[in-house]
């Protein structure tokens, strides 16, 4: 019997050549007016229209890129 070819291990790349997403941060005001709502902008949205409330934006997946 012979044997088979065996399989080979893809080497992985470091994290620092991996391509990573970017998201852009929106505040509340763009999140009230997207056309694609999403849960984590709702969710945002929600909780930056109680009174006393200090947001620093959400990341939104519509501007994802890459980079």
């Known amino acids: 019997m012979s044997k088979g070819k065996g399989k080979t291990a893809k080497k992985k790349q470091p994290a620092s050549d991996r391509k990573h997403y970017n998201y852009k941060l929106v505040l509340s005001d763009t999140c009230a007016v997207c056309k694609t709502p999403c849960a984590r902008g709702m969710s945002y949205l929600a909780r930056m229209r109680?009174?006393?409330?200090?947001?620093?934006?959400?990341?939104?997946?519509?501007?994802?890129?890459?980079?």
Do not use: A, H, M, S
């Open 50 to 67: 109680t009174p006393g409330t200090v947001g620093k934006g959400v990341p939104c997946v519509l501007t994802r890129t890459y980079g």
